[in-house]
């Protein structure tokens, strides 16, 4: 059965409007979660690692203001796009893992258009 | 700067025959290295691992090898089936210089399997 559940699995949404994705971790308590995006064609590329009670740790060049993180239970992350436009528009997915050097796994995405 | 790469963007294969997957990095401090199945519009899935440690892991039809020396791994898939038409994704785990492991993923390879 599935590890994560992402919601929703689509959205479009005007610019300038914000977005929240939920993340949840079925199987297990997850005090980390990881936030990956997705552009057509190219490789996925980590956003940010949510961390349970703590701020989240974003890589290089992800604006934190702009993609907010709250992981405000062992069980759920989320992801808000604020203020949202057009180039912000990808496949954005999220994992959990059991622990170090275990395998991820994902959430089945969500698709956010910005028009 | 790509640490993980994955030089061939596609593949195609006869059914029942061998598929060889190629994943070259660069950084030598990658201690355990995976291997995804992704769909499109879907989450990518797990399929193998293996840590730094061996140079070989084989689950069924999956064959996952290491050859450290030449920062590089491959996944066979032996026979290959027209389910197995998907975006290979490898991966690598960064240890920690602080915090949590990352895992990098490579650019991805489109597989097609032939009936």
Redesign the interface.
């Known amino acids: 059965g599935a590890v994560v559940s992402q919601h929703p699995s689509w959205v479009i949404c005007k610019s300038g409007t914000s977005v929240k994705i939920e993340c949840r971790s079925l199987d297990f308590q997850a005090t980390t979660m990881f936030w990956y995006r997705q552009f057509p064609k190219q490789s996925l590329m980590l956003m940010a690692t949510s961390n349970e009670g703590s701020k989240a740790t974003y890589e290089q060049g992800v604006e934190k203001d702009k993609f907010l993180i709250n992981h405000a239970s062992l069980t759920l992350s989320t992801l808000t796009v604020t203020s949202a436009h057009p180039e912000d528009s990808s496949f954005y997915i999220c994992s959990v893992r059991r622990y170090n050097n275990s395998p991820l796994h994902f959430g089945n995405g969500t698709r956010l258009t910005v028009t | 700067d ?1 640490q993980v790469k994955q030089n061939s963007p596609s593949l195609s294969v006869q059914e029942g025959r061998i598929s060889i997957l190629n994943c070259d990095y660069t950084n030598s401090m990658f ?2 290295f ?1 291997w ?1 199945k992704k769909y499109p ?6 399929l193998i ?1 293996i ?1 730094s440690i061996k140079d070989k892991n084989e689950d069924g039809r999956f064959t996952v090898f290491l050859n450290k020396s030449a920062k590089h791994l491959s996944l066979h898939i032996v026979p290959s089936q027209p389910g197995d038409s998907a975006v290979y ?1 490898c ?1 690598a ?1 960064l240890p920690p210089t602080s ?10 390879t489109r597989l097609k399997v032939l009936a």
């Open positions: 790509q201690d355990y995976l995804y519009a879907e989450g990518p899935t797990f691992s840590s994704f991966a785990s915090g949590t492991y990352k895992y990098i993923f490579g650019t991805g």
